[in-house]
């Protein structure tokens, strides 16, 4: 029996084509792994595998799971279905798992529901599977005290607790960092040919597609089309000619105490960055990537050590002098809709560093904030909207457009395009390096995708345990294998 | 339309207590003894009580003393609680711990009882009543700004602000204080009815606005021992705050998803 077999799909909201005559097959046994932009159809696709959509919506074409057609069952036989037949795995496991039980209760969750065990039995079927998934740890935890990638485990257990044919996953690993993306990859592909399951694997990221799936298939505009091509070219950035240092980190040490007394941060961390140059800061989750990035906005001064921007210590300057210093360096963060006031429309939002400028009028405000969203391509009306009427691509350049405002001379980048979809990144990367040509910009990148790194660096810090493991030109640091971490952070994709 | 029933009961609750000081169909103070305890008719709707005075010019009179208390003190409470709540969620450190240590300590005594000695103390009165139970909405609106602030200051906007050079005041004022309307509204409908509560539990203690200017809570009191023989003496002004209350909360939400339909409590 086929575990997933879509056959001629149309899906249509309106009079926009969502999915335009797809058909996909799933084996037993076989990742195929579904890529594309945002707004390609992915995620219409995944709910119509669950019959989420409305039925008006589906125009022709069947879903057969296990060689049923889901669209002649009732709810309750739906309900039957849905992490029974088919185990599902999201993206975010810290929202995917209730906080308020422990991760074994969780998973006896779902055997008593799909399942005719007794008590006794699911007890220790909850052991067996937390062994299976990896995660030796008691089923009487409760998520928090487990780390983003201990807690994707703990969904996957959910997911193939009821022995489920099929397997849905929607970005397994976006949410987690290198060394726990790769593990998590390495999980599922063992446990799909183990159990002989279907995994339907939704992804941005073509490098793990390439690793563990058997098929790529790419959707584009609701066309299916087989074997996606690479959008990453190989033109690499340009080494800058290093100009006058811009930023001097030296011998900083910083640390935050934790509610339950364990202390992080960093220690011992040096580098300067040039006018007009990339360093990017790497490392796994908890490396102290945030922490520098708050230290060179001068957010929080360091324990010790000293940071300067063009010659003046943060530590050092007062009102007006600080102020000056504070006009610049600016950042863009990881995600667009939490560095936004929501209160706020994009007028409001763009013109906040304006206040560093004093009193302006109304019209110099204005003129200001259209030049600053021209700059990142967005048109003068943007200005009077709300940012949630934008998408993620759209906003980012958003936020971009606030850190240009006051023409800056370095800008943070902090995750600032983990978010996005390959297609988006690349045309804020484009954005980005012409910016940095015709302004003679300098960048903090703080990035864990390593063609992005490629792409946009010059150099780069690598952080492990709030320590400086490496520093160097990006070229030095690929194939290296004297340190298995650095080997793990740089392994090539292929 | 739950909303909008909720804000038209309140809507006219509130107006009939302002039409109260410009006519009541009697003088609500007259006293006509030869009249007393009078079952309903033309002259007087609802009757009289057992002083023979007009129960419908008592009751819309009546509404003036709770609505005015709770509106006083919330204002008391919204005005105290709400500044010292931002600037523990701003200060973190011993600031914070004095407001909100201070807000637990207050909040850990019975508010009413305590309520009673502050008007004991100062005499019964509308004012002092007001004063009492404002006193202790203070610590409630602290709490309630300073958990919500907290949970603002943590998102990436307020960074961007910093980067913008903005104290914590212009942030509290410009960023915080609008993110947090949804919990305060929330708040504030609550702690009006319980105000309405007080202050008819302060007016049947006789701590409340004194005769002869009515109050639906000293109504009640006036007329216990009458409830064999006219209970609607009781029944009506208790129905009376019964209303108020449920108005209050069903307009309150739907101030709530007017100002802020995403916090969705």
Known sequence: ?494 | MKAKVGTLLLGLIAAIALLSFLWTPWDAGAIDVARRLQFASWAHPLGTDQLGRDLLSMLMAGARAPLGVATLALAIGLAGGVPLGLLAAARPGWLDEIVTRGADILLALPALILAMLVVAVLGPGASHAALAVGAFNIPVFARVTRASARAVWTRDFILAARLAGKGAALISAEHILPNILGPLVTQATLQLSLGVLAEAALSFLGLGVQPPVPSWGRMVADAQTLIGTAPWLVLLPGLAIVITIFAINLAGEALRDRIAPETGL
């Open chain 1, 1 to 494: 029996m086929i575990p997933l077999e879509i056959d001629h799909l149309s899906v249509r909201y309106g009079d926009r084509t969502a999915l335009d005559d797809v058909c996909l097959r799933v084996a037993a046994g076989e990742i195929v792994s579904l890529v594309g932009p945002s707004g390609s159809g992915k995620s219409t696709l995944l709910a119509a595998a669950m019959d989420l959509l409305p039925r008006a919506a589906i125009e022709q074409g069947a879903v057969r799971i296990e060689g049923a057609d889901i669209r002649g069952l009732s709810e309750a036989q739906l309900q039957v279905l849905r992490g029974g037949r088919v185990g599902i795995i999201f993206q975010e496991p810290a929202t995917a798992l209730n906080p308020a039980l422990t991760i074994g209760g969780q998973i006896a969750e779902v055997l008593k529901l799909h399942t005719q065990l007794s008590r006794k039995e699911i007890g220790s079927e909850v052991e067996r599977l937390l062994a299976v998934v990896g995660l030796p740890l008691s089923p009487k935890r409760y998520p928090h005290s487990l780390s983003g990638g201990q807690r994707q485990r703990v969904a996957i257990a959910m997911a193939i607790a009821a022995r489920p044919p099929l397997l849905l996953a929607d970005e397994p690993t976006a949410s987690l960092d290198p060394v726990a993306q790769d593990e998590i990859a390495t999980l599922l592909q063992s446990l799909v040919r183990e159990e002989r399951m279907g995994l339907l694997l939704v992804t941005h990221d073509l490098a793990l597609a390439r690793r563990i799936a058997d098929r790529i298939v790419a959707l584009d505009h609701g066309r299916l089309s087989e074997q996606a091509r690479d959008p990453f070219g190989a033109d690499s950035r340009e080494p800058s000619t290093g100009g006058e240092e811009l930023l001097v980190v030296d011998r900083v040490a910083r640390s935050y105490r934790r509610a339950h007394g364990r202390a992080t941060g960093i220690a011992d961390i040096s580098f300067s960055l040039a006018r007009g140059e990339t360093l990017a800061v790497i490392g796994e989750s908890g490396s102290g990537k945030s922490t520098l990035a708050r230290l060179a906005l001068g957010l929080d001064p360091p324990d010790t050590g000293c940071i300067s921007l063009a010659g003046q210590d943060w530590a050092t300057a007062r009102g007006a002098q600080r102020r000056a210093m504070r006009r610049q360096v600016q950042a863009v963060f990881q995600d667009p809709a939490a560095s936004f006031d929501p209160r706020q429309t994009v007028a409001q939002i763009v013109a906040e560093p304006l206040h560093l400028l004093g009193r302006l009028t109304f019209a110099e405000r204005i003129s200001r904030v259209i030049d600053a969203l021209a700059q990142v391509g967005l048109p003068p009306d943007a200005a009077a909207r709300l940012p949630q009427a934008f998408s993620g691509g759209q906003r980012q350049r958003i936020a971009i457009a606030r850190a240009l405002i006051l023409k800056p001379a370095l800008i943070v980048f902090d995750e600032a395009l983990s978010a996005l979809d390959p297609a988006l990144r690349e045309e804020i990367v484009i954005l980005l390096l012409r910016l940095q040509r015709e302004q003679d910009l300098a960048y903090l990148f703080i990035a864990h995708d390593m063609d992005l790194v490629r792409r946009m660096a010059d150099r780069v810090l690598v952080l492990r345990h709030g320590r400086a493991v490496a520093l160097g030109p990006v070229s030095s640091m690929f194939g290296r294998r004297d340190d298995p971490y650095l080997a793990a952070l740089f392994a090539s994709p292929e």
